[in-house]
């Protein structure tokens, strides 16, 4: 990897957010963290995966980053740096590398810390062929967040920045600040000026289909506030950043939809039909902070019924989505079966009435994640209100527990014993938690 890659930190911000903590008297990026500069760890994190070319930007205060770093060699690095003579925003100083490099880059924003698999990343990357690939992913405060919208593909189709008035739900998908250019994306830049990345670079080459999303749930955080810095801190204490990295094994949960996340309301086909359950995003935000995976596998065969389209479908889950990042809560995927294998309904889609493999109880929406994420099942769980979430969870080598909302077991479809009941979703989270993960 360290010969086709060259990485770029942009460290060139004042920090004026985190003005309280550094006093004017560093640079942001230079702002300890448990014992070491934030640039450090960023470094340290490349060094991991053989990454050994960086070129960091400089501006303010610029000159300590380089007294402390100087060639790099400490680190088994080599470090050269840009000095910004004035602000040229998140990328205009990109244009003095077009005669100075010949190597894909991998772009860091420099308040990001990130624990991640560099190697999953970049075989995304080229799988897609993409000129410029972004890490995206959910967060806790999605309403205050520049999003991006993807298509099914991961393709990017807009971006959606965080001062623009957001009156639509939307999915939880925002830009983590890692990127991945081919070299042959500084031919945008022309001259030496101010230049934002969204604004005056990628969104230029959306159109054009040239830009994907890589989705991922990796440690990956801003810490450029004074409350988010403290936060990343202590989940570094913890050994949350690393716990993440999908090098690792996942444990996670598995989460129904109707009847455990919102109220139970028969098949939905409306999106105002949709209502979260009371402490459904406690719940989620608990399994947020405790280091496991929040993943909703849901039977939707409204589709195959013809009781609404596929596109129907993932607006309700946008609001889902939306209601959940209101109160800090976030969902790492969400995965639905819209199939359904009973012909004769009156307005059905044929398309979708197949005998498929998704469909619960049978595994094939757990086994997809199971491979994308580097789950762990003998760590995981499924909870949901019927007989089906057991049998699935059965089916799957998964712990299972079944809540007293919605169905509350009584779709009497699977004569099913689950691990564990509860109350309702906060209760199924909080009994696991307390006990460790086991039953």
């Not at 610029?62 to 602000?87: A, C, H, L, M, T």
Request: proline share 3%; net charge neutral.
């Amino acid at each position: 990897m360290s010969d086709k890659y060259i990485a770029v930190i942009q460290a060139g911000g004042k920090g004026t957010r985190l003005q309280e903590l550094t006093h004017n008297r560093i640079p942001k990026p230079m702002l300890e963290m448990n014992g070491k500069p934030m640039l450090e760890w960023q470094i340290e994190a490349l060094v991991q995966y053989e990454i050994k070319d960086i070129i960091i930007i400089v501006g303010y205060l610029g000159e300590k980053i380089q007294e402390y770093f100087r060639d790099g060699s400490r680190w088994g690095v080599n470090i050269s740096y840009i000095q910004e003579e004035r602000p040229l925003g998140s990328a205009g100083a990109l244009y003095y590398l077009k005669n100075k490099i010949c190597k894909d880059i991998l772009y860091i924003f420099g308040d990001i810390m990130f624990d991640i698999d560099w190697q999953r990343f970049i075989d995304f990357h080229n799988e897609k062929k993409a000129l410029a690939t972004l890490l995206v992913h959910p967060n806790s405060h999605p309403y205050d967040s520049d999003l991006v919208e993807l298509d099914e593909d991961d393709k990017v189709v807009a971006f959606k920045p965080k001062s623009s008035e957001r009156k639509e739900y939307f999915d939880n998908c925002v830009n983590g600040g890692i990127y991945i250019f081919k070299h042959g994306i500084l031919d945008i830049l022309d001259n030496e000026s101010y230049s934002d990345l969204e604004k005056d670079i990628l969104s230029m080459m959306v159109p054009k289909g040239q830009v994907y999303g890589y989705k991922s749930s990796e440690y990956v955080k801003d810490a450029g506030t004074p409350k988010r810095f403290n936060l990343v801190s202590e989940q570094q204490k913890k050994g949350i950043w690393q716990v993440k990295n999908l090098k690792n094994k996942q444990k996670c949960f598995f989460l129904d939809r109707d009847g455990t996340i919102n109220i139970y309301k028969g098949l939905i086909s409306n999106i105002d039909e949709f209502e979260l359950e009371d402490n459904a995003a406690q719940a989620v935000r608990e399994i947020n902070n405790s280091g496991y995976l929040a993943i909703v596998v849901t039977n939707q065969p409204v589709v195959a019924r013809g009781m609404c389209e596929y596109k129907t479908v993932n607006h309700i889950h946008r609001k889902m989505s939306t209601l959940l990042g209101e109160q800090g809560a976030y969902l790492d995927e969400i995965i639905f079966c819209p199939h359904h294998p009973d012909q004769g309904y009156l307005g059905e889609n044929k398309a979708f009435k197949i005998k498929c493999t998704c469909r619960k109880p049978l595994t094939g929406m757990i086994d997809k994640m199971v491979r994308k994420y580097n789950i762990d099942k003998s760590q995981s769980f499924i909870i949901g209100d019927t007989t089906t979430d057991v049998q699935m969870g059965k089916n799957a080598g998964i712990k299972t527990v079944l809540v007293q909302t919605g169905q509350a077991g009584k779709d009497g479809k699977y004569d099913v014993c689950p691990d564990m009941e509860a109350k309702n979703l906060f209760d199924a989270v909080r009994k696991i938690l307390s006990l460790g993960g086991e039953k």
